[in-house]
């Protein structure tokens, strides 16, 4: 990540219909809509306080569609962290995140590097085609986090977030999640001090 640089971008990628605006304004504004709206490309900012400095949580919600690779390649080109999103009822919506992956490793390379999160989204779903090992072993193949959520009722949502930014190794960076002990706080206040918070 550019020392100078005050964002931290994160990426969201996904096929069309898997909740991937959901899951951003679930996050950024607490809210969720029932009907399906096609994004081409949304920004949201959050600021969070960082290593005793602000800087801003930027999170690029992109296209379901595969007709902009321009714009793709220039996300991932930009982006420091990346969610990978499908719906746990659509197995098809695994496999097309296949070709964002390779996309995301020949431009960035070494992806150890790179804070990486497959997700499971839709877990509130009945009908269930990936089931949760299958996720988990494909990010095992991927090197990459997994988790699964649900935008509408809200669950792991905000800790999503926080485990993406644990991941990043070149900084400390970190959620603050209020009211919840994720795991990756291990329940100590003391491992919060000079981490990111978001206010």
């Avoid at 991937?20 to 969720?32: D, E, N, Q």
């Avoid at 990346?82 to 995140?97: G, M, N, W």
Wanted: glycine share 8%; with cysteine; hydrophobic share 35%.
């Amino acid at each position: 990540m550019p020392e100078q640089s005050n964002d931290y971008r994160v990426v969201v990628f996904g096929a069309g219909g898997v909740g991937k605006s959901s899951l951003v304004l679930r996050f950024v504004r607490g809210t969720f809509r029932e009907s399906y709206i096609p994004t081409v490309e949304d920004t949201y900012r959050q600021v969070i306080s960082c290593d005793k400095s602000i800087c801003t949580l930027q999170i690029t919600d992109t296209t379901g569609s595969h007709q902009f690779p321009a714009m793709q390649r220039l996300s991932i080109s930009r982006g420091h962290a990346f969610v990978l999103v499908y719906s746990i009822a659509s197995r098809q919506s695994l496999e097309e995140l296949r070709p964002i992956y390779e996309v995301i490793c020949s431009l960035k390379g070494d992806t150890e590097a790179v804070p990486i999160m497959l997700v499971g989204n839709k877990c509130d779903e009945t009908t269930r085609e990936v089931q949760t090992a299958e996720g988990e072993a494909q990010a095992k193949a991927w090197r990459c986090a997994f988790m699964e959520t649900s935008a509408k009722m809200d669950y792991n949502v905000r800790e999503l977030f926080q485990e993406l930014l644990n991941l990043e190794k070149r900084r400390n960076v970190s959620l603050h999640v209020e009211g919840k002990k994720s795991r990756a706080e291990g329940g100590k206040k003391e491992r919060m001090k000079g981490k990111c918070v978001v206010m």
